[in-house]
């Protein structure tokens, strides 16, 4: 009996960063294995066993990381706020747009007044340049509907993009996001109305992986997001929250009390809430895109999280107001540049700690046997170059559950 290896697919010619544990973990002169869009083997290339592939391909050169996975985006949306960067470049704060109708308002505004289609085309763009830049998981929130009707819109929206383009997405209900206008100056019956109609709608719908809010002063009180975070775990979804980004809230810790798969922005956190993230299993996530766009100064505390060993993830947030960003690489760049992270840090910062933030840490994130085979080739000579080139075209290939989509 034939005891050689059997798989669909195998891939040469090409150094891996594998990222396990979050470290570079290199193969040099590689092969990967691919067998029902999974890894089947994985090693250098002279250690391949007797094989049989029904197809071979030989990547001639460069460096193979797992597929980027961008865990926090905002990528559907009506319009656009371009003029709100004017007017911060004139000196407006965002926290002055905000309480004058602009900022999310804005966005909700012009979102309500799109269709579900309008909604597709327009974010179909913007992945396309994520994916362009080695993307192939993203995840997309709502909370630019913030009623039952328009947020599942854009949950729709965003998962149709999946159809769309050869990109994984998870999708998440953001409707603690802002305050609709006719809930003005009601925010509690606000939260019992995401509580009491819209959470179950969406959960009944099956449209939402997860679940986040804003808390913020000109977002909502930790209260507030304790209650709507009651009832999404009472639905059997996960959390996440956007916090600390402004200010320091205590809303970091009250999610780590709910096991949230992250928090996100952190920039006020304190070792109090890095002690709850550790103890919680809670990802950091990092944006610098829009500590950027803000022109914030305090930064997130790295070193904590370092000592706290507190995986530390980073994403484009990718929305209309703080963070038009389209690439994730760059995000990776300013991680290193604004926060200090290494290149390594960086890399395991969009992929295996971008997967734990996504609930994703036993399928994706990594490159070893078992899980799914997303991996890009890149034309780079270090896998540091990837957090040192600011612009530019690195993707040489990329595969998406063991098929080529580019390259
Ligand atoms: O992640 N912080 C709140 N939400 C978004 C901003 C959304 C907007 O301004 O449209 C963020 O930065
Ligand atoms: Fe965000």
């Known amino acids: 009996m034939s005891t050689s290896l059997k798989i669909d697919s195998l891939w040469t010619g090409f150094h891996i960063a594998t990222m396990c544990d979050g470290q570079y973990h290199c193969i040099e002169n590689a092969a990967i294995g691919v067998t029902n869009q999974r890894i089947s083997w994985i090693g250098k290339e002279a250690d391949l066993p007797a094989h049989q592939s029904q197809i071979e391909h030989d990547l001639g050169g460069g460096w193979v990381t797992p597929g980027l996975i961008d865990c926090h985006t905002h990528l559907v949306f009506g319009g656009n706020r371009a003029t709100e960067f004017e007017q911060r470049l004139n000196g407006v704060s965002y926290k002055s747009i905000s309480e004058n109708g602009g900022g999310i308002a804005a966005s909700v505004k012009s979102t309500r007044e799109e269709t579900e289609q309008q909604l597709i085309q327009s974010a179909q763009v913007r992945l396309q340049a994520l994916i362009k830049d080695g993307v192939t998981t993203v995840e997309i929130k709502s909370g630019y509907g913030l009623s039952t009707e328009h947020e599942i819109k854009m949950l729709r929206a965003a998962r149709a993009l999946a159809s769309e383009l050869p990109v994984e997405i998870k999708t998440t209900c953001l409707a603690a996001h802002a305050l609709p206008p006719e809930f003005k100056g009601q925010a509690n019956a606000y939260i019992d109305y995401l509580c009491n109609e819209l959470l179950p709608e969406v959960a009944e719908l099956e449209l939402a992986d997860a679940v986040d809010a804003f808390c913020e002063n000109i977002g909502f009180s930790t209260d507030q997001v304790a209650r709507y975070f009651n009832t999404a775990q009472s639905l059997g979804l996960p959390v996440k929250i956007h916090a600390e980004q402004l200010s320091s809230q205590g809303g970091t810790e009250m999610a780590a009390n709910f096991k949230a798969l992250s928090a996100d922005h952190i920039e006020y956190i304190t070792e109090q809430d890095v002690k709850a993230m550790a103890n919680a299993g809670t990802v950091a996530v990092l944006l610098p895109g829009a500590f950027f766009t803000l022109k914030e100064t305090q930064k997130p505390p790295i070193a904590l999280l370092r000592q706290y060993n507190v995986p530390m993830a980073i994403a484009t947030d990718s929305n209309p107001g703080t963070s038009p960003v ?16 290494t290149p390594e840090e960086a890399l395991a910062g969009v992929t295996i700690h971008a997967a734990k933030a996504l609930g994703l840490a036993e399928t994706h994130g990594v490159l070893s046997i078992g899980k799914v085979a997303d991996f890009v080739c890149w034309n780079v ?27």
């Not at 690439?327 to 926060?339: E, Q, Y």
């Not at 270090?382 to 530019?392: A, D, M, N, R, T």
Request: aromatic share 6%; glycine share 12%; with cysteine.
């Open 326 to 341: 389209l690439s994730l690489r760059l995000m990776m760049n300013m991680a290193c540049t604004l926060f200090a992270l």
């Open 381 to 407: 000579q270090s896998p540091g170059e990837l957090s040192y080139w600011i612009g530019g075209d690195l993707l040489k290939t990329r595969v998406k559950a063991g098929e080529i989509t580019h390259g």
